[in-house]
């Protein structure tokens, strides 16, 4: 049976961050992933925001590492029938280094990132199938692959496998997981000229735009994205499953309606497709958060369910990476005390108490119940286009006073009660 000091199952964000931390320290670790290579079976086009581990890990790390622009500008779409509302911010202070995000591909970034790994000495063993953990007693003592002999062992091991973590399942570490809780992202890839995307999106240099539409899944609760890359752009779709099951529509015929409205038509006019791919997400925000370690065995990214999204931010690239330094941290420790006991490994759980990892996903719990209103993706962006365009409009009738529009409107679309309550919640979720 071939031996290691550490083994890492998955090689995504947090699986080689934690190699890399080991290994640099001189630990025999092996990364184990199941794709042709790092990040092959990611659908990840999307925006990596600012992280100081990576800066921390690899100096210069946004001169070195391949993403494909750093983000200045953060646009909010708000569709309804017929009419769209756009909000946008852009600051100069994400303009220069070290910048505040990044889009990236995470094939082309996980394959480099993993490949900092292995230039530390870590090995990566690809195209490989963890089957199961390797017990002795009541210690994880390994893993079992469905390739070599079948059996590595290791005194710890560190679970990145994903949101759907087979391995945390086995381990007792993860209930099958809600509806309610998970979300299906669905995507495309455009091709688009440098210059163009630049054009429509007001860019210049290696500048990068991302925007978000609430109101376009025919109230499916979710949301829209476009993220722009060098010479291509990102577009998709999020649905919960729960109220996609409810509303029982299909997600691609809701993809092609949005692919076909006004805003995002005139943004891919001329565009080339192509692909299609399609992803489950974790939207349970810290409920979701799972058992993080045992004897022998710790869980990191999104297998430890580190995702959040509080409507406005959606963070889980940038927890991953900081819980897999973390866990390394863990592991070297208990390295020290030759101790791998679940009271020593529970140091992991302190110390994402102590970073923005826990602290963050606490302060926007309750913000997982403000994405469950169903009036946020449907009967709020169509008063946003209602009151807009009672604001705007010009027909030769005396115009009311812009409170009485705005009040006019509420009380059509909706009680005030349920406003008021809609308000409340809404302000406890994010204050």
């Known amino acids: 049976m071939k031996t290691y000091d550490a083994i890492i199952v998955g090689a995504g964000p947090a699986g080689a961050t934690a190699a890399l931390v080991m290994a640099r320290k001189g630990l025999k670790v092996l990364l184990v992933e199941r794709g042709d290579a790092p990040g092959s079976k990611n659908m990840f086009g999307g925006m990596l925001p600012g992280c100081p581990i990576v800066e921390e890990l690899l100096p210069g790390f946004w001169e070195k590492a391949p993403w494909e622009r750093h983000v200045v500008k953060r646009l909010l779409t708000i569709m309804s029938d017929g009419s769209s509302t756009q909000l946008a911010f852009e600051s100069k202070n994400f303009d220069r280094p070290p910048y505040n995000g990044y889009t990236l591909f995470r094939p082309t970034f996980d394959k480099w990132y993993a490949e900092k790994a292995c230039e530390a000495g870590a090995d990566l063993l690809t195209c490989c199938l963890v089957e199961d953990l390797l017990q002795k007693g009541n210690s994880v003592s390994g893993v079992r692959i469905g390739r070599m002999d079948g059996a590595i062992s290791a005194p710890v091991t560190i679970v990145c496998d994903g949101v759907l973590s087979l391995l945390a399942k086995k381990a007792g570490f993860l209930k099958a997981p809600k509806p309610s809780d998970m979300a299906l992202g669905v995507k495309a890839l455009f091709r688009l000229k440098e210059e163009e995307i630049n054009e429509r999106f007001h860019l210049v240099r290696r500048q990068g735009a991302t925007q978000e539409f609430l109101g376009c899944t025919d109230g499916i609760r979710g949301g829209g994205f476009i993220y722009t890359q060098t010479e291509t752009l990102s ?8 109220s996609l099951r409810d509303r029982g529509l299909a997600p691609y015929d809701v993809f092609q309606r949005f692919l076909s409205s006004d805003p995002v038509r005139k943004s891919l006019k001329g565009a080339e497709l192509l692909e299609y791919s399609a992803h489950v997400l974790p939207e349970g925000g810290y409920r979701l958060v799972s058992k993080l370690f045992a004897d022998g065995m710790l869980l990191a990214g999104d297998a430890a369910g580190l995702c959040y999204t509080n409507g406005i931010n959606q963070e889980g690239m940038n927890l991953a990476i900081t819980s897999g330094f973390h866990a390394a941290e863990t592991v070297l420790d208990a390295f020290g005390k030759g101790d791998f006991s679940a009271r020593q490994l529970a140091q992991y759980k302190t110390r994402l108490d102590e970073s923005f990892v826990l602290k963050d996903m606490k302060t926007f719990e309750k913000a997982v119940d403000l994405m469950h209103n169903e009036r946020l993706f449907s009967v709020y962006p169509r008063l946003v286009g209602t009151i807009l365009e009672q604001m705007y409009r010009s027909d030769g009738k005396p115009r009311k006073p812009m409170g009485r529009v705005g009040w006019d409107a509420v009380r059509e679309a ?18």
């Open 235 to 242: 577009v998709g779709l999020v649905f919960h499953l729960d």
């Open 414 to 431: 909706l009680p005030v009660k349920e406003l008021l309550i809609d308000l409340v919640k809404g302000g406890r979720s994010l204050i």
